[in-house]
């Protein structure tokens, strides 16, 4: 059985005109997809009107939060002592949102409880075992995309 955690949160868009615009956004973990934090955002805060997901490393995220990480579709990087920001990079633009850097550690910790850090393919594995076991193919899951955007 897989363990999914989420937290609601808010979070602040900045605009090119350094406007702040409060987005909600749920933060959501689960033990199926270990290496992985997803952020969904609901549709009506998103350009096709459709949920949302951005999917990234949660290592990524945790480097983020102490010093600017990434070089693809989503980066991560302090924005003063107590904010976060997250930036996702699309074909349609790019969007920063400020998130309260307290509302990310915590969720970031929490997730640890579910599968600690370093023990992200172990889950896997075992999943692959157990479908080998009785008889199922292991599916490959990668380049997902869950109604919106993948990193």
Do not use: C, K
Request: glycine share 10%; aromatic share 6%.
């Amino acid at each position: 059985m897989h363990v999914t955690l989420q937290q609601p949160t808010g979070a602040r868009l900045i605009t090119a005109a350094d406007q702040e615009i409060a987005v909600p956004v749920t933060l959501r973990y689960t033990s199926a997809d270990p290496p992985a934090v997803h952020l969904d955002f609901p549709p009506h805060v998103t350009v096709d009107g459709e949920v949302t997901t951005w999917t990234f490393a949660r290592v990524l995220l945790g480097e983020g939060l102490r010093s600017p990480a990434g070089i693809g579709n989503v980066r991560v990087r302090p924005a003063g002592p107590g904010h976060t920001y997250i930036e996702f990079r699309s074909p349609q633009g790019m969007a920063r949102l400020r998130f309260t850097t307290a509302d990310l550690l915590r969720f970031l910790a929490r997730t640890y409880t579910v599968v600690a850090a370093g023990e992200e393919t172990v889950g896997a594995e075992l999943d692959h075992g157990l479908l080998e076991l009785f008889g199922e193919r292991p599916r490959l899951l990668h380049g997902r995309r869950t109604g919106g955007r993948t990193a």
